[in-house]
């Protein structure tokens, strides 16, 4: 699940149009979710939601963005939480502190 969530990143960021963008990281973060729902005390999937979030930010509206925020913000506190030596989810965690 975390790969196809990857993947689904990757071509979003690859992708010329706006809805497709939109649509390829929708599909990620659904791949993202499910991961973190198998697999709770995964700090992995936990990261691999808060990153689909991240990416999709850049294109989502103001209002859209500050609820990603909020997602991206528990998502990494609990990655944190289950792994404190994780250095990418402390990446993703410092513009938010």
Same mark, same amino acid.
């Given at each position: 699940?975390?790969?196809?969530?990857?993947?689904?990143? *990757?071509?979003?960021?690859?992708?010329?149009? #706006?809805?497709?963008?939109?649509?390829? !990281?929708?599909?990620?973060?659904?791949?993202?979710?499910?991961?973190?729902?198998?697999?709770?005390?995964?700090?992995?999937?936990?990261?691999?939601?808060?990153? !689909?979030?991240?990416?999709m930010s850049l294109i989502l509206g103001s209002r859209?963005?500050?609820e990603a925020s909020r997602k991206v913000k528990a998502?990494?506190?609990?990655?944190? !939480?289950?792994?404190?030596?994780?250095? #990418?989810?402390? *990446?993703?965690?410092?513009?938010?502190?």
């Amino acid at each position: 699940m975390l790969r196809i969530a990857r993947q689904y990143r *990757h071509e979003a960021a690859d992708a010329a149009a #706006l809805e497709e963008k939109l649509r390829l !990281s929708n599909i990620g973060k659904d791949y993202a979710l499910r991961a973190a729902e198998l697999a709770p005390n995964d700090a992995e999937a936990h990261l691999s939601v808060a990153i !689909s979030y991240v990416k999709m930010s850049l294109i989502l509206g103001s209002r859209e963005k500050m609820e990603a925020s909020r997602k991206v913000k528990a998502a990494v506190d609990r990655a944190i !939480s289950l792994d404190p030596h994780n250095d #990418l989810a402390w *990446h993703v965690f410092g513009p938010l502190a």
